[in-house]
C-alpha cells in the first residue's frame, strides 16, 4: 500500500527566510501533486509533475521532483506572510494510462510564517 | 474559468438522518471524486466515477452511496449519520486524457455537521 509522508508537519518561520518541505512515497509513481489549503477552504492545484527531474516554479515556491529517491520537494523562498497555509503533497501509484483515480494524500505541512 | 459547485456550502443533520451533497464538475471534465476530510486531517478518497460509471472506491462506509447523472454531476448520499462523519466533504473533476494525467480540480467542499 502506498505511504506518503511529509515533512515537517509543521513549520513556523520567519518572513525573508528559506525553507524546504520534503514529501517521501514509498512505491514507484511518476506523478505528484502539490495541493495549497487555506483553514477551511478547498485545495488549489500549485503544482503537476509527471517525470524524474521535473522542476517547476511558481513565484517563491519551486516543487522538484526525483523518481528514483521517491522524493519530492517544495521549496519556498524568502518567504511571505500570504504563504501561510497547509501544504499537501499527493501521489498517484498507478501506472500511466492505468485508470486508478485514487490519489494518495500526505498528512500535509502546516506552514506559519511570522512577520 | 468555470469551476467545481457543490452544494449545499454547509449542512446541519442530526444523527441517523440522511444527508445528499451535490457536485457540478468543470463542463467537459469526464471524471468526478469525492472526499473527506476531518478537522486536522488530509482528505481521503471515497469515490469516483468515469463517464458515469463508478470508476474507483476507496474508504467509503456502506452507509455511504453516490452516482453520477446523465449531465455529469454527481451526488454523495450518507443515511443514518454518525457524530463521526462530520467533516468537510470535497468533490473534484479532471478530464482524463494527456498520457493519463488527471489532475483534480477540487470544488469548495460541503462542511457537514452532525450533533
Known amino acids: 500500500e502506498l505511504k506518503v509522508e511529509q515533512n515537517p508537519l509543521f513549520l513556523s518561520m520567519q518572513e525573508g527566510k528559506n525553507y524546504t518541505i520534503y514529501c517521501n512515497y514509498s512505491t514507484t509513481s511518476d506523478r505528484l501533486y502539490w495541493y495549497r489549503q487555506d483553514p477551511g477552504k478547498s485545495l488549489e492545484s500549485l503544482f503537476v509533475?509527471?517525470?524524474?527531474?521535473a522542476v517547476k516554479q511558481e513565484g517563491r515556491l519551486m516543487a522538484s521532483l526525483d523518481t528514483k529517491a521517491r522524493l519530492s520537494t517544495l521549496h519556498i523562498t524568502a518567504a511571505v506572510h500570504d504563504l501561510s497555509a497547509t501544504y499537501f503533497c499527493?501521489?498517484?501509484?498507478?501506472?500511466?494510462?492505468?485508470?486508478?483515480?485514487?490519489?494518495?494524500f500526505g498528512k500535509g505541512t502546516r506552514l506559519h510564517i511570522l512577520p | 474559468a468555470a469551476g467545481v459547485i457543490q452544494s449545499p456550502r454547509h449542512l446541519i443533520k442530526e444523527k441517523r438522518e440522511t444527508a445528499t451533497l451535490k457536485c457540478y464538475p468543470i463542463?467537459?471534465?469526464?471524471?468526478v471524486y469525492w472526499y473527506q476530510q476531518g478537522p486536522g486531517q488530509d482528505p481521503q478518497f471515497l469515490i469516483s466515477f468515469y463517464e458515469k460509471m463508478q470508476s474507483d472506491k476507496g474508504s467509503i462506509p456502506d452507509r455511504f452511496s453516490a452516482q453520477q447523472f446523465s449531465d455529469y454531476h454527481s451526488e454523495l448520499n450518507m443515511s443514518s449519520l454518525e457524530l463521526g462523519d462530520s467533516a468537510l466533504y470535497f468533490c473534484?473533476?479532471?478530464?482524463?486524457?494527456?498520457?493519463?494525467?488527471?489532475?483534480?480540480?477540487f470544488g469548495p467542499g460541503t462542511r457537514l455537521t452532525v450533533t
Open positions: 509533475l509527471l517525470s524524474n527531474g
Open positions: 463542463p467537459r471534465h469526464d471524471t
Open positions: 473534484a473533476s479532471s478530464l482524463w486524457g494527456q498520457a493519463g494525467i488527471h489532475e483534480q480540480y
Open positions: 499527493a501521489v498517484d501509484p498507478a501506472p500511466q494510462l492505468n485508470r486508478d483515480d485514487k490519489i494518495i
